[in-house]
Structures are given as structure tokens and as C-alpha cells.
């Protein structure tokens, strides 16, 4: 491994470059009307490098400047059951855990404001969300639990600021702060959770509550479809928790959920500075890196040769699962015409094309007409939901999860 920069998380100099894509898709949920775009997309590079002193995974051939979180960046779970299950259930939670009613609530990278929006109509909180990618208007977002649609707040109770997230902000204050699956897109992460920190200055009861993908079932379960160029950041939950406390939070619950995909952190603004803790989660951590180093180039043939026969036999394949980790998927697999499309139950996306390889996106109702042979699941988390849309669609294909 290449030693490298110093890390953007602690500061420690001498990361090693474990992982390496050229020219892969700088997005992958933009929205793209033309196959033509779609393979014409700008491209980065990924070269994902790991700090032996806390455990931080950074993408160093980063460039922010390839970043544009336009209005067309349709990143919404809102239409999946399963996440809207989830979604609700943890809302609830930190309404009863932090007694949230009738308070502030500041949502950092909110998308379309369903989260947000549900937090504040449980509680009747007012609420404040930063997205630059924010569109008015987004009804069609409301999250719902078996069929059933949920509390939305009142007229003017939410405002929605189409920007980035600064201290030109800092004077809004709030008594929860949540960031959600928005820190893993920022590549000085130290920077960020200081800035944080900051504003939360003299608001001891205030309360942030972060969610990121964890690294560490990336590097075990040798998922290189979890790689993209918009995450430059991968943390572990060691890593989240040194980074909180490092920069003058106390920490008051650390946990994995979504089967092990999402590490949550509760934290609160506290006096003192500097992390505690043995080296040996770092330790273990690194032998997750070399593993997963060594792994995962036998993964990516064993799925080419999956496609290559299936391709030859003649049978019709899709994949299920438009977003990031379709992107990643493809383009990593190098795949064309060996996956026919890419299908999506978000039907923003419908008509739309893939970022890097530009299989078009379809409706699960296309299946109806195109009967695949072999459905790949992209995210295992939706496979019994997935199974049951094909079943309600009369069809039975060979069901295949990453």
C-alpha cells in the first residue's frame, strides 16, 4: 500500500492507498434524459486510502470541484416501504429519547425534507433543513407505513434553505441537529464537525445526531459496489466516535442499524477535548483494509463471469436498484449489454439513464413485457420487498443479492 497524505479526519500524516478506479461517475442519482449524457457523464478518480491512527478511509484523488448537487439530484428512499418503515420508526425514537416537542430542529443535507418533516409534525418542532438540491413542491415524497400516510406539518412550520450548510448559519439555533447520509460526502470531516460544534456554543441540552454508511461492513463484506466517487469519506464507528469527541462532543449512543449498513452517533456539546480508547480497534480495523485489499479483485471476477455466462446462455438480466450502488456495480464490472436494465420503484427515475454505462431505468410493472430470467438485488436490505413485487407481477426470475 501507498503511503500518502495527511488524513482529513485526525490530521495524522502517512495514509495508505488500499483501493483504485479510474474514471468512475463523479454522481450517480443525477437524473439523466439521454443515454448519450448518461456515458458522457464526468468522471473521477477513486483512490480510497486508510489512516493507521484513527481508522478514517478517505478517497485522495478527490476533487470538490466535480460536485454539483443540482435540483436533478434525486437521491429519495421515500417510495420504498421497507426504508419508510425505518425511517418512521427511528423519527419516533428520537422524539420519545429526546423529549422533542414543541423545539427546534436543524437538518443538515435534509434532501426533500421528508425526514425532517416527519420529526417536526411528530413533535410539532419547527424545523430548518439545508440542501442545495432541495426542490418546493416534492408531495410526492411523504414517507408511509404499510399504505398508510403519516402526520406532515403545518403551513410555515418547516423552512427548506436550498444551500450548503455554514457558519453564516450559526445563528440558527436549534435543540437537535441531525445530518444524515450527508457527512460521508465531505472530505474534511474535521473541519465540518468543529463547525458543528461551534454553533452549537452555549446550547449544552442541544443534541446532533449524525448518520453514515459503515465502513467496516464495506471492507468485511468486500462490497465494492459501496465505493463511489461522492462518498470521499468512510468512517467506522471508532473513527465517528474519536471525530465527535475529538472536536469537543460527549458521545451518548453509538449503534449500527439497517442491517449493519448505517452507524448512528447521538452526541452532545461538551467542555473537554481529545478521544479515549485503545488502539486495537484501529488494529482490527486495518486487517479489515488488508482483507479487503486482497478479496476483492476475486469478487469482481466471480460477478463478471456470473454475467458473462448468464450473457451467453442467452438469458435476460436486470439488476434492481437504480442509485449508487447500481452505478458503482456497473461501471466497477465494466457491464453493457450484459445487463438489460436497471429497474427503480422511484418513478422520478423512469425514463431516465445510468451514469457511466447508461442502461436505461425502468418501472418493476416493465418486467411484466421484458421477463427477466435473473433479477441482482443491489441492496439485501429490500430483497423480501423486491421478491414481492415480482410475485404480485406474476413473475418467478432467479433472484441474485450483492
Known amino acids: 500500500m501507498t503511503s500518502v497524505c495527511t488524513c482529513p479526519n485526525c490530521g495524522a500524516a502517512g495514509m495508505s492507498v488500499f483501493y483504485q478506479q479510474d474514471q468512475v461517475p463523479v454522481h450517480s442519482v443525477v437524473l439523466l434524459r439521454t443515454r448519450e449524457a448518461a456515458v458522457s457523464y464526468p468522471r473521477g478518480d477513486l483512490q480510497l486510502a486508510f489512516c493507521g491512527a484513527c481508522g478514517f478511509v478517505s478517497n485522495v484523488a478527490y476533487d470538490p470541484s466535480l460536485q454539483d448537487y443540482s435540483s436533478d439530484y434525486e437521491a429519495s428512499q421515500a417510495f420504498s416501504p421497507t426504508f419508510g418503515a425505518f425511517a418512521v420508526n427511528l423519527a419516533r425514537r428520537l422524539v420519545a429519547d429526546y423529549d422533542l416537542h414543541r423545539k427546534t430542529i436543524i437538518e443538515i443535507g435534509c434532501g426533500q425534507g421528508e425526514f425532517l418533516n416527519l420529526l417536526c409534525a411528530l413533535g410539532d418542532n419547527r424545523g430548518i433543513g ?61 473541519d465540518f464537525v468543529r463547525m458543528v460544534r461551534r454553533s452549537l456554543e452555549g446550547q449544552p441540552d442541544a443534541v446532533v445526531f449524525f448518520q453514515v454508511p459503515d465502513v467496516t461492513r464495506v471492507l468485511r463484506d468486500h462490497a465494492f459496489w459501496d465505493i463511489y466517487y461522492e462518498h470521499c469519506s468512510y468512517l467506522s464507528p471508532q473513527s465517528l466516535a474519536r471525530l465527535f469527541q475529538w472536536h469537543g462532543f460527549q458521545v451518548l449512543n453509538l449503534s449500527t442499524e439497517y442491517d449493519g449498513q448505517y452507524l ?41 463471469a456470473e454475467f458473462a455466462e448468464a450473457h451467453a446462455a442467452g438469458r435476460r438480466t436486470v439488476i434492481w436498484g437504480a442509485g449508487s450502488k447500481g452505478v458503482a456495480f456497473l461501471t466497477t464490472l465494466g457491464l453493457n449489454d450484459e445487463v438489460g436494465y436497471a429497474v427503480d420503484i422511484n418513478p422520478n427515475k423512469r425514463g431516465t439513464f445510468m451514469a457511466g454505462t447508461g442502461h436505461e431505468i425502468v418501472s418493476p410493472e416493465f418486467l411484466r413485457e421484458y421477463r427477466p430470467d435473473t433479477v441482482v438485488v443491489m441492496n439485501p436490505v429490500y430483497r423480501d420487498e423486491i421478491a414481492g413485487s415480482l410475485a404480485a407481477l406474476g413473475l418467478s426470475p432467479r433472484l441474485l443479492t450483492v
Open 264 to 304: 448512528m452517533i447521538e452526541a452532545r456539546p461538551d467542555g473537554a477535548h481529545g478521544f479515549v480508547g485503545p488502539d486495537d480497534d484501529v488494529r482490527d480495523l486495518a486487517a479489515e483494509v488488508r482483507g479487503f485489499a486482497r478479496e476483492y479483485p476475486g469478487a469482481v471476477e466471480r460477478w463478471r
Open 130 to 190: 439545508f440542501d442545495p438540491a432541495y426542490v418546493e413542491g416534492r408531495e410526492d415524497l411523504a414517507l408511509s407505513v404499510g399504505g398508510a400516510a403519516l402526520p406532515q406539518p403545518r403551513p410555515g412550520q418547516v423552512e427548506f434553505i436550498p444551500d450548503y450548510y455554514s457558519e453564516q448559519y450559526a445563528d440558527r439555533h436549534a435543540d437537535l441537529v441531525v445530518c444524515r447520509m450527508t457527512l460521508e460526502h465531505i472530505q474534511q470531516t474535521g
